[in-house]
């Protein structure tokens, strides 16, 4: 199996970046489909992005597309989330995810970090 941990959170304006990052060990995370998702104070858990494990296909919400952007180094075993032009709707604790197989939209991911918390303010 493999753990991951999520760093690169924080308090950031309407407008500006943050860049997350998931770092994966145990079993490598070249093995796996990787998601991030978010999700804030009274809202069910969200799919943000995914990238494959073998053709680096990327996958993204509706509102989070042309702003955001996922990326992964097998070789250092992290997934990075680039997020430009944030809003004050894009605060929420976002969680890095992995998945052997299935939907990589969905949220049926088989491991999860704990979540690191991003507030943009107004």
């Known amino acids: 199996q493999v753990q991951l941990v999520e760093s690169g959170g924080g308090l950031v304006q309407s407008g500006g970046s943050l860049r997350l990052s998931c770092a994966a060990s145990?079993?490598?995370?070249?093995?796996?489909?990787m998601g991030w998702f978010r999700q804030a104070p009274g809202k069910e858990r969200e799919f943000v992005a995914a990238?494959?494990?073998?053709?680096?296909?990327?996958y993204y919400a509706d509102s989070v597309k042309g702003r955001f952007t996922i990326s992964r180094d097998n070789g250092k075993n992290t997934i990075d989330l680039q997020m430009n032009s944030l809003k004050p709707d894009d605060t929420a604790v976002y969680y890095c995810?992995?998945?052997?197989?299935?939907?990589?939209?969905?949220?049926?991911?088989?491991?999860w970090g704990q979540g690191t918390q991003v507030t943009v303010s107004a």
């Open positions: 995810a992995a998945r052997n197989s299935g939907s990589i939209t969905s949220s049926s991911y088989d491991y």
């Open positions: 990238i494959t494990r073998y053709t680096y296909s990327t």
């Open positions: 145990g079993r490598t995370a070249a093995y796996y489909n």
